[in-house]
């Protein structure tokens, strides 16, 4: 049966939970929350606590009435589901469309969503549900996308509209919607006098739509520091799917949607917290990549969702291809060149540099001074790009990876596991399920692990594990992670957690991010800045959980400190490391926080601000010491504590996530890099100190940006890329915006982890790597369009991202944009191909590319502007004559 985490408040009162906007204090969060989820904990609810009103002055436990409601009503639901009869079943599945924009209905991280879908619906319908599964994946699509869409002016088909008179008489929280959003209906998904309920019911199955956030294309409510209410339509959706479909479950479909970011506590929500209201007691399923514990265990606190882990994609060597194939046989005949044959070298030599102009790793002139070094330097940058490792195409739930996969995956595994190098053709062989001779006993345990991969791969977990969750009953944890360095994730279809909040960071990452802490300053020392004063560092939630804490590691090392245990080995607090033992000075390290870690890891934002406090209160020597010399001129300036002056960790106000910068790009809502700088601001300047209470300090924050040296962050994942999610940007580049307003320009630095100990990259290398490695290459792109409209999709998030870059960082080079139009816009084949798999993102690409140009981003000359235009109205034209189609 499903474990609920219920608890009592231990370390605070009734009201003072009530009235807090963080919620369970961080140890209550890690005792009854964090630490219950590695068992397979769900769901978890506050239903008492001690009440300054209550018996015995306070000190006896009173229940929180509503929430003991909420949790007998939640446990009720759940018998009532084990006990429904399955042909009566009735399961509401949610799709995404984020960011909205019609080319991205349907889409989740890492995921084929139609077909996964498709293949979801016939495990059901075997199962005994009542479900008319389309023939096709495309009908399944078409009956979602298009149906009556074009005819009330819709995204998608419009399967229910709730006129606006029903909404105002029945939605609970009226006025706090109208509030923020106007009176009902409001203007998302609604046509004046009634709200859309997107979706299609097939059987007893609805697959809905989750209606956007409301304000992705609003410039002003895209600066507010909060978050207020979700919009009119996104309550209807679910109040809809709760009380009128009257679902016995809900399916939310891959990674991630809007629900469990809406307003409320961090953690231990109210009844006042939006998420807990509009999921109410509905069973909450929610398929989620395996690689992300951290967003998927807001979703298990915040919407008390049930996790079943999907894998993520293949991963593959990125191999070389066209150009850069003729480079590679050139630099061997470099390689093998006699000594002696000078004659023969100087011919060679200006080809190999024509060559690598032609794929823009060289200036095509001058000639090259010194052969010899650009040829080496070269040949290192071929054998990086060669061996990049790169995610292949899309998941398929309920699907197989192919024997060329399974040995993709192999070949990964076995170099990011054992660092070895396993032959393809031995990989296929193993594929296949042979089990080679080993020669010793290191390959003994290499072949050993390769099987158990391949039988943990070939497993079908996924479609069983839903349908045993849509059955109400218990479903095994898991713990979270890349599949190449953390096995153990397999087999997918399980909820996933952290680790235990009290041992990160590990002993093991204490290690790995001190020798990470000593690459970047290496790194930045090499590159003539010198040693650092102050570095901004990015930290995310996802990567401390799948490495045990190595940034929050390497933080701490850059600041000389480390953490303080209790007699049970317990994180408690910081300490600092003598400066004697150090060897170095102390960095500066001004920390931000993602939202998602702020939440799920309240014990290292203490620790953080502990030792940034710790390193300012030390009676050390200012050139050894630089958060001391900032924070003693700082207060002495603004005639402020020490204490405030100390602080460095920052992040979003209480129940917010994000810079927002994200969606500003997206959508075009900006003018100037300014704007993105104090939108960066508005977002991210709420100071956590020792105490982990938040305090808005945006003049700190902007004292301590205009000192920053270089700004830094970790790539954790081959699956995850600077240019494949929009929150890099958001994040790395938002700071970085900031610190350039701030007066300089600081250094931008990418830890790549992904392999061995880990190699410190400029983001301009970084961008350039993944553009090579990934979005002009065949094998990746290909992987991609194999998954038809997804794909294409894919490959606009990327053009968009890389445009992040440039507007934040300003760090892309022009050759970038000339090729990503050269592949996808002016090869007429394959403008054709995306336009006919997906129209909208096809014909955001292309103005993506000109937007690129307007921006001064590139300057492409006039003929290839030409053709851009007129690729881009071609695909517009294509939109249209779709539309009329329809409409006919
Ligand atoms: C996090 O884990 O903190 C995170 C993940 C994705 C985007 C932004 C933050
Ligand atoms: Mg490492």
Known sequence: VPYLAAHPLEFQTLEQWQDSERGLMPVEATIMVAIPELDGATGPMVFGGRSEKGGNAGRDM?????????????????????????????????????????????????????????????????????????????????????????????????????????????????????????????????????????????????????????????????????????THAFSAFYRWLREDFAADAVLHFGTHGALEFMPGKQAGMSSACWPDRLIGDVPNIYLYSSNNPS???????RAAATLISYLTPPVAQAGLYRGLVDLKTSLEAWRALEPGSEAEASRLAPVIQAQAAAVDL????????????????????????????????????GGQMSQEQLADMLVSSADAMHGATLPRDLALSMAAGDMPQAKDEAETQLFADMQKLVTGLKLESEVPALLRALDGRYIRPAPGGDLLRTPEVLPTGRNLHGFDPFRIPSAFAMKDGALGAQLLIDRHVADGFGFPQTIAFVMWGTDNLKSQGVPIAQALALMGARPRYDSYGRLCGAELIPLVDLGRPRVDVVITLS???????????????????????????????????????????????????????????????????????ENSVWEDEDELAEMYSRRKSFAYGRNGRAAKQPDLLAAVMAEVDAAYQNLESVELGVTSLDQYFDTLGGISRMAQRGGRAPAIYIGDQTRGQGTVRTLNEQVALETRSRMLNPKWYEGMLQHGYEGVRQIEAHVTNIMGWSATTGEVDPWVYER??????????????????????????????????????????????????????????????????MAA
């Open 820 to 885: 990503l139009t050269e592949t996808y816009m002016l090869d007429p084949q394959m403008r054709a191909r995306l336009a006919e798999l997906n129209p909208a993102s096809a014909a955001k690409m292309a103005s993506r590319l000109i937007e690129a140009h307007e921006r001064n981003y590139w300057t492409p000359d006039e003929d290839t502007l030409e053709a851009l235009r007129r690729a881009g109205e071609e695909i517009e034209d294509r939109l249209e004559g779709i539309g009329m189609e």
């Open 62 to 230: 009173s229940v929180a009435a509503d929430r003991a409601d909420m949790l007998a009503a939640r446990v009720a639901k759940l018998v009532s589901l084990r006990r429904s009869a399955l042909a009566e079943r009735r399961v509401g599945i949610v799709l995404f469309n984020f960011p909205p924009n019609a080319g991205n209905f349907g889409t989740a991280a890492f995921l084929s969503v139609f077909e996964s879908l498709h293949n979801v619906l016939q495990g059901m319908k075997a199962d005994g549900y009542t479900v008319d599964v389309p023939d096709s994946v495309d009908d399944l699509r078409a009956a979602l996308l298009k149906g009556n869409a074009l005819m009330y002016g819709a995204q998608a088909n419009v399967h229910h509209r709730i006129p606006a008179d029903e909404h105002v008489q029945r939605e609970t929280y009226l006025s706090e919607i109208e509030a923020q959003w106007g009176p009902a209906p409001g203007r998302q998904q609604s046509d004046g006098s009634s709200i859309f309920v997107l979706g299609a019911q097939f059987g007893n199955v609805f697959v809905g739509v989750q209606p956007a956030f409301g304000y992705e294309g609003d410039p002003m409510r895209l600066l507010f520091e909060k978050s207020f209410a979700p």
């Open 362 to 397: 060289s200036e095509a002139e001058p000639a090259w001074d010194n052969a010899d070094d650009a040829i080496s330097a070269l040949q290192s940058s071929v054998l990086e790009l060669e061996y990049a490792l790169i995610p292949h195409g899309l998941h398929v739930v």
């Open 295 to 301: 967003e998927g265990t807001i979703a298990k606190r």
């Open 595 to 665: 939202g998602i870690f702020r939440d799920l890891m309240p014990l290292q934002v203490k620790l953080l601000a502990e030792a940034a406090w710790l390193a300012a209160m030390a009676d050390e020597p200012s050139e050894l010491n630089a958060i001391r010399a900032h924070a003693l001129d700082y207060a002495q300036k603004n005639n402020c504590d020490m204490e405030t002056a100390a602080l460095r960790v920052f992040s979003n106000a209480e129940g917010a996530y994000g810079a927002n910068l994200n969606l500003a790009i």
